[in-house]
Each structure stands twice: as C-alpha cells, then as structure tokens.
C-alpha cells in the first residue's frame, strides 16, 4: 500500500464514522500523506446572534482538516492545542473550502496549518494546530 | 440599569437570536459583567470517528461562553484570536460546563479564559479568547 | 527525599548551569512541585525602540519559570508551545515577578500559566506553555 | 516617500534606538512594507541549563522581525498576542535567519508569521504574531 493510498484509507475510515462532519456536510476535495482539503456550505442552523457563522462552525471544518491531515500519516495523532482567529465574516449559503497543509513533522509532534478561504478565495479563517503521534498505526 | 441587568440583557438578546447555541442545547446557568457558566449535553450527532465528541463541540460551547463574557460589558466585542486544549474525551451523554471568566479588561483590548469540565468536574478543554472592544454600545 | 527536595534540586541545578536565566539577574523567590516564583529587574540593555522593555525579555523571564516548574516534578519535561500576550508595558528600572502554576498534569504532556505582574501588581504579561514529559528522570 | 522608502525609514529608526535587539547582535538582511529578514548568531551567555539556546533567545529574534515587519506598514502596531513553538535545539555558535511574512492585513488587525531556520535551513521554530494598529503614523 502506498502512503497515497494509505492516507485515503484513514481518511475514509475516519470520515465514514464521524456523525458532525456529517452533520457540517462536509465534503472531501483531496486527501493525501500529510494533507487535505474539505469543503462545505453555511446553513441558517449554524448562525449565531450577530445573523453571521458561529465561530465553533469555522472551527470545526478546520479542526476536522487537521484531524484527517495529521492521522493520514498512518499512527495515531491525537490534538494537543489548536488555535484559530476569524478575519472574514460569513452568512447563511456562503461556501468555504479549509486547507490542511503540514509545517513540521517529528517522530512525536506534528505542527498542521489550516486556511480557510471563501469563494472569492480570501482567507476567512486561520487555524494551527498540534497533535502527539502515538506509535499504534491505523488498521485500514 | 445595573451592571448585572445590562449583562443579563445582552447576552438574552444574543442568545435568543443565536440557532447554533440553540442546536448545541446550551443552557444558561449565570450571566454576570465579563464572566458567565453554560451548561450542554453531548448527543450522538456531535461524536467524532473515535466515538468521542468532536473537537468543534466543545470548542463551540467555550466560544459561546467567551462571546456571551465579552460582550456582557455593553460594548460590541469580536474575536480577535482563540485558542483550546482538549485534555479528556467525552462520550454520548456526558453534560459539561464552560465558566467564562475575564483575565484582562482594556480599552481596546479583553482577555478571557473559558473551563470546561465534566460531571466529574474534570478540566475537560482549557480555551483562552481575545477580543476588540469597539465603540458601539448594546441596545438593549 | 520528597517531592519538595526534589523540585528544589532540580531547579538548582538548571539554574546554575543557565547562562542566560543570570544575564536576565532571575532570582528565584519560591520553587516547588509544579510551581515558581522568580523575580527580575529591567535594566537599559532590555528595553526596545520604544524606550519600553523589548517583548523578548517578559517573555524569558515567563519561559523561565515555565521551565523551572514543569522540570521540577522530577522528569524531563521539554517545551511544544508557548504563548504570551503583553498588556502593560514596562520600563527601565521596574521589578517583575513571574508566578507559575501547573493546570493541568498528565502522563504525557503538562500544561502552565505564568503571570507576570509588576510592583503594583498589575499583570503585565499572561504566558501559557505546554510541555511533553519524557520518561528519562533527573539525576539529582 | 514610496512604501518601500518608508519600511526602510520607520525599521531603521527603530532598530537604531533597540538596545536589546543590538544586544542580541541581530542584522538585518531584508526590509519591505511588511516583510523583513533578520539574522543572528548564538552566543554562550544565550544558553540555558542545558546548553542549548534559551527559548527567551529565540522568541525574542523573531520577536523583533514581528514588530519590524508590523511597523513598516507605516502606522505605529502593538503586539496583541503571540506565540512560538520550539522545534530544532540550537547551540553555541549557530547562525540563525527570522523570515517575517504578512498572513492578512485589516484595517485595526494584522497577522503575521515568522520562521526561524538554521543555517541547514531547518525550521527550528515557528512564530505568529497579532497587532493592533493604532491610527499614529510613524514620523520617518
């Protein structure tokens, strides 16, 4: 199996279980060793009082990107810390894409990068994290 | 108006307006001048692909928290940067409690630390927010 | 020997082998498990452009303690990320304290919240840091 | 005055008055309207107790690439929040690059991100920093 295929399997199998990515809508663009892309659209449910996105909802497409990115690698990778700053404000119907790229691999700690950008491609969101790599591999 | 009433009608106009707050099933125990404590229950649809919650929900109950504390001083408050540190998992049925309280209050500037913790009264998640004050006041 | 020799030993032996923690002139005001106490004072060579103290110096005087305190529960405890927000600024002349505080300990990662205030106990300074535990124990 | 005059001007009169970043013995290798590279070497009274460099060292060299890099827009920026993650150790003697870049610019907000790599150029740590710009211009 190759870490492409690898990464895919992971994802998959991660993605298959997990009821609130679901519920987001969220979509998977690419998938591969280290990275990845989602997708998904705002709906009216995931408002806050100011009529724009709740910031948990920014939040958790990134945070869902940087799971995928982090345990596509084949261990275990469970998050540490995680920070995001909202920059762009987003409505009911607005479509945001997060890209889950990897700044820094070690053998136990692992530092991931999301941008979430709108459709007119500016960045909405900016999102970092860190996760520990455990040594059990996923079975896929 | 009192400090206390003004709070108090601030984040109700907030949160009466706020669908995301609502799906989460956040309720409200205490609302105060820059602290408040909110209370949810993890449902099935809010689990990850371990069979534990995603780390969205939770983050969303403490941004809430953090939302409701900053803006309960009267002033419009937006989030400039927020972090969060998962330390236990939750599972199905699990209730947890964000207490939202004020580190730092400048003109411009507030500081906000946000715990959550289990029935067990284990920090569960740890987050810390940045606000901007701006000039507008709360019409309530 | 207790938990309290312990932290001290370990302690001792950072800081007399750290250059750098004396060209800073930290003092150590109070050590022990999983906490610190250090104190400092701001000389001319510390400050920026500004004529106000150069971020970089709070910042070591907090990373400092953070060091002290997650090393002196006896295992060697290494930096993932730290953060700091200054709120007050400070200049030639003045005394600071930096107090550190375990929030939360566990097997594999530990994390720390270092206040920095100043004589009149305003908080100049808030420091969060995260660490990983190796297994390896000080020898001391 | 173009903006790349004006970068160079406001950089030059800060870095002339820092007595701490001359201390650190840093260069300046690059300057533009909110970017800028920086370089050091690391001296012995820089280490800690365990012979690698202080995390205050680090911090405080990207530290000043952020607050060049803010500045040079031409408008006075103060530090918000920051923070860094430590990745590579260094030693007596090692040379060290900061490369400050621009993530987003708002009208009162700005995000910025430093690298700092050795001279295998590795990235032995990872910095973001936020500021609030203040309506002051700088007098260059």
Redesign the interface.
């Known amino acids: 199996m190759t870490a492409e295929e690898k990464a895919y399997k992971v994802v998959s ?9 679901q ?2 809508g969220i979509e998977r663009l690419e998938v591969g060793p280290g990275h990845c892309r989602l997708r998904m659209k705002i709906r ?8 724009i996105v ?4 920014t ?3 990134a ?2 990107a940087f ?1 995928f990115a982090s345990n596509s690698r084949g261990r275990h990778a469970v ?9 762009v404000s987003l409505k009911n119907g607005d479509i945001i894409t997060a890209t889950a790229i990897e ?2 691999l ?1 053998h ?2 692992g ?1 991931y990068r999301v941008e979430v950008r709108n459709e007119a491609e500016e ?1 909405v969101a ?1 999102f ?1 994290g ?1 996760v ?1 790599r455990k040594s059990q591999e996923w079975e896929v």
């Open positions: 199998k991660m993605y298959d279980n997990d009821p609130f990515s519920w987001l009216r449910e995931m408002l806050n009082g100011f009529a709740h910031g948990g909802i939040f958790s497409l945070d869902s799971a998050s540490i810390d995680t920070s995001i700053s909202h920059m700044e820094q070690g136990r700690i530092h960045m900016l970092r860190i520990y």
